[in-house]
Nanobody, 120 residues
Framework: QVQLVESGGGLVQPGGSLRLSCAAS????????MGWFRQAPGKERELVAV???????NYADSVKGRFTISRDNAKNTVSLQMNALKPEDTAVYYC??????????????WGQGTQVTVSP
């Protein structure tokens, strides 16, 4: 099992910045990718940003140029720097990890979610 713990959400005014962090722990064998999804009220969960191990970051069009994802593979952490935040960025943000166990079993893990609210 892999556990993901997020931190860094909160309330910010439009145009402001927040940084989300997520740390993976537990029986980590091989993390294939880590990233962030979000879910706003009444909407489906959507990809925000993801970075495969050794790969380039992939962003949703709505956040390109404003959000930056970074990973520390040695520490099994992922961060999301969010700048120029807009009210439509308001959502619960979930950390995500694509993991392969020593038996070759691949599955996704999710954090508990952290609320980001962008409001005047």
């Amino acid at each position: 099992q892999v556990q993901l713990v997020e931190s860094g959400g909160g309330l910010v005014q439009p145009g402001g910045s927040l940084r989300l962090s997520c740390a993976a722990s537990g029986s980590i064998v091989s993390i294939n990718a880590m990233g962030w999804f979000r879910q706003a009220p009444g909407k489906e969960r959507e990809l925000v940003a993801v970075r495969a191990t050794g790969g380039s970051p992939n962003y949703a069009d709505s956040v390109k140029g404003r959000f930056t994802i970074s990973r520390d593979n040695a520490k099994n952490t992922v961060s999301l720097q969010m700048n120029a935040l807009k009210p439509e960025d308001t959502a619960v943000y979930y950390c995500y990890a694509d993991h392969t166990s020593y038996r070759g079993y691949r599955r996704n893990y999710w954090g508990q979610g952290t609320q980001v609210t962008v409001s005047p």
